[in-house]
């Protein structure tokens, strides 16, 4: 049952992690754009596997095409995402200079980033309610003693304790991230 609560908890975690690491923060990451489709050799293909993409400057995304034949597709596929910023060719890559944050933008992005990490907490509350309505039924059906069940109930709280607290660690260091200039 816990081991099963510690799966489900650790899944949710890892969405979260990759849910902001995409959020665009006024930093240039090549996870940005990790769901782009480019279509290139008449099929859909993920960027990353038509071209290397970089960072050489805080605010600035290369692409290099392994094929220069690409390189327009790759553009178009781009112009089409809206990465918050265009596409500038140089005929042999692109880069992408994204633009400064406003504070305003800065400030809603804040209070999406709360909101999610609280849609995740509610996720582990739900996951801790499922396990202990698991032990409580094992509990009522003789399969476990009284005091397995305190302890089991000890242990889901501590668990649920500590990733609540793993979600508000990485809910605040990406704040802190959005906020720095």
């Known amino acids: 049952m816990i081991s099963r609560m510690e799966e489900a908890m650790k899944e949710r975690l890892s969405r979260m992690a990759k849910d902001l690491s995409v959020m665009r923060t006024g930093r240039a990451n090549p996870v940005m754009l990790e769901g782009i489709k480019v279509e290139a050799y008449g099929t859909l ?7 290397a993409v970089s960072v050489p400057e805080a605010r600035t995304l290369e692409i290099r095409p392994w094929d220069p034949t ?41 209070k999406v980033l709360k909101k999610l990490g609280e849609e995740f907490r509610v996720g582990v509350r ?6 202990l309505n698991k032990v409580k039924k094992s509990f009522q059906a003789k399969e476990i003693t009284e005091d397995d069940l305190r302890g ?9 304790d500590s990733f609540t607290g ?6 605040c260091a990406k704040e802190k991230e959005v906020l720095t200039i």
């Not at 500038?88 to 400064?100: A, E, H």
């Open 166 to 171: 793993q979600i508000d660690g990485q809910v």
């Open 126 to 131: 739900n996951d801790r309610q499922d396990a």
């Open 70 to 110: 690409t390189l327009i597709d790759i553009e178009k596929a781009l112009q089409k995402a809206d990465v918050g910023a265009m596409p500038q060719s140089d005929g042999k890559m692109l880069r992408i200079n994204l633009p400064m944050m406003t504070e305003d933008r800065r400030k809603d992005l804040v």
């Open 45 to 51: 293909v993920p960027l990353k596997q038509v071209a």
């Open 152 to 160: 089991l109930e000890s242990r889901i709280q501590k668990m649920t």
